[in-house]
């Protein structure tokens, strides 16, 4: 069974940087893409960011110039660098992974930026 496990959240002023990393385990499988989604209290689950098996990536207008994907597609792990990071920021992330035509989402991890 695919477990995406999440790592790297927490608590940081307004203009700090913070690092997510996801990696998914079992299976033998390398992801199509993979990425980040987030939900602010009160709002929907929107996309941060994702990358592709080919290294395309895709970004939400809000967090361009601020926020970088990676990923290796062989260890099937995804990162997020986040800087110049706001309040707006403030959300649980998740890690989302498209393995073999299946989606699978991670738990989240809580990510508070204070002013």
């Known amino acids: 069974q695919v477990q995406l496990v999440e790592s790297g959240g927490g608590l940081v002023q307004a203009g700090g940087s913070l690092r997510l990393s996801c990696a998914a385990s079992?299976?033998?499988?390398?992801?199509?893409?993979m990425g980040w989604y987030r939900r602010a209290p009160g709002k929907s689950r929107e996309l941060v960011a994702i990358?592709?098996?080919?290294?395309?990536?895709n970004y939400a207008d809000s967090v361009k110039g601020r926020f970088t994907i990676s990923g290796d597609n062989a260890k099937n792990t995804v990162s997020l660098q986040m800087n110049s990071l706001s309040p707006e920021d403030t959300a649980v992330y998740y890690c989302?992974?498209?393995?073999?035509?299946?989606?699978?989402w991670g738990q989240g991890t809580q990510v508070t930026v204070s002013s």
């Open positions: 079992g299976s033998s499988f390398s992801f199509g893409s």
């Open positions: 989302y992974a498209v393995i073999l035509y299946n989606d699978y």
């Open positions: 990358i592709s098996n080919r290294g395309r990536t």
